[in-house]
């Protein structure tokens, strides 16, 4: 091929580049230099991959902010220079960190691939060869010299997703991610084959990058029985802005009287609540059920069909972002970066 693409892969850890402890037993990262060695097959790939890893590589329950800022500092740096990225990333909070890069990314017009592994790549058995070199593959495809695919996505096991639907579902099997509420944007086989119709629409904006994401959020999961003061607690954390109410079912919630006081007491002082289910698949309806009609009367934000990755994310960005008061839930209930069905 005359022009290839050029493609970053960033390395920021997890199982895919971790060896065995044998005095602890224990897996630790290691060298990211040693990952080529391990997959020499990279070199026959049709495109021309740079690395950068981080300079201490981290299993990914170490994720946090400074790391995500680290990984779209790396990106926006090659911007211009490179065709795609594939980033290896613990699949332990993938989801997070995929949802937020999706996020402080705005205008994406080059695929942003996440992957990794649920067996080293040392191990014989191992899953992180085939994720690896199909991630890259999916990188480089190319339409007329410009990029097939133009979003932050997630390749797992044989299948492409939007990175911002997908949740980790399983801590054992190969097929580790899932993504209920919207189809692949590409699947892997005989032929690698991209379902177009699901991918998001091509961006002839500038990227603009997002680095101001707030931290200060909560989460109130719900379940039978929670009292007054686990309730209280979550919403009153100190300097809380935004707290993720996970309901029961369509978006369902306690009707008892102590329990909307509290709700409505916080939505008074501008901490955003955001109701998103505890089901894996389906969408937050309120007022479908009674249920759920007081939420929606208080002014509780639809979460809609948002993975709870996501709504982490999400709610991070537009905390950041500052928007006035009056804007914050219609910009939430709309899709931004195809996290949500319209
Ligand atoms: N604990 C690892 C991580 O998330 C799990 C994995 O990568 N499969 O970094």
Redesign the pocket.
């Known amino acids: 091929m005359a022009n290839k693409p050029k493609i970053l892969l960033i390395y920021t850890?997890?199982?895919?580049g971790?060896v065995k402890d044998f005095e602890t037993n224990a897996?630790r990262a290691f060298n990211f230099d040693n990952l080529l060695v391990r997959i020499p097959e990279i070199k026959q790939l049709e495109c021309d991959i740079t690395t950068q890893s981080f300079k201490e590589p981290?299993?990914?329950?170490n994720m946090n902010l400074d790391y995500w800022r680290q990984i779209v500092s790396i990106i926006e740096d090659k911007y211009n220079e490179m065709d795609g990225f594939v980033v290896l990333?613990?699949?332990?909070?993938?989801s997070y960190t995929a949802s937020a890069i999706s996020f402080m990314l705005e205008n994406l017009s080059k695929p942003v691939v996440f992957t990794?592994?649920?067996l080293p790549i040392g191990d014989l058995r191992t899953d992180a060869k085939e994720n690896l070199i199909t991630a890259i593959q999916v990188a480089s495809l190319q339409e007329n010299g410009i990029p097939q695919i133009q979003e932050v996505c997630l390749y797992f096991e044989y299948k492409l997703y939007r990175a911002n639907r997908t949740t980790k579902i399983n801590a054992e099997h190969f097929e580790?991610f899932s993504s209920l509420n919207y189809p692949e944007l590409a699947e892997s086989g005989v032929h690698l084959k991209v379902f177009k119709q699901n991918l998001l629409e091509r961006n002839l904006n500038p990227l603009i990058v997002h680095r101001n994401m707030c931290t200060d959020i909560a989460v109130l999961k719900l379940f039978p029985g929670i009292n007054e003061a686990t309730v209280r607690a979550v919403l009153e954390t100190p300097n809380v802005k935004g707290v993720i109410l996970e309901t029961y079912g369509a978006g369902n919630a306690p009707t008892l009287k102590w329990f909307e006081k509290l709700i409505a007491k916080a939505l008074n002082k501008e901490i955003k609540i955001v109701n998103v289910t505890q089901c894996a698949g389906g969408s937050v309806l309120m007022g479908h059920y009674e249920t759920s009609s007081h939420l929606q009367t208080l002014g509780v934000i639809s979460g809609k069909d948002i993975t709870f990755e996501s709504a982490v994310a999400k709610l991070m960005y537009l905390l950041g972002e500052e928007i006035s008061d009056n804007k914050f839930k219609t910009i939430f209930e709309t899709p931004i970066r195809g996290e949500i069905t319209a």
């Open positions: 850890g997890g199982t895919i971790m897996l981290i299993d990914s329950s990333h613990g699949s332990d909070t993938m990794g592994s649920q580790a």
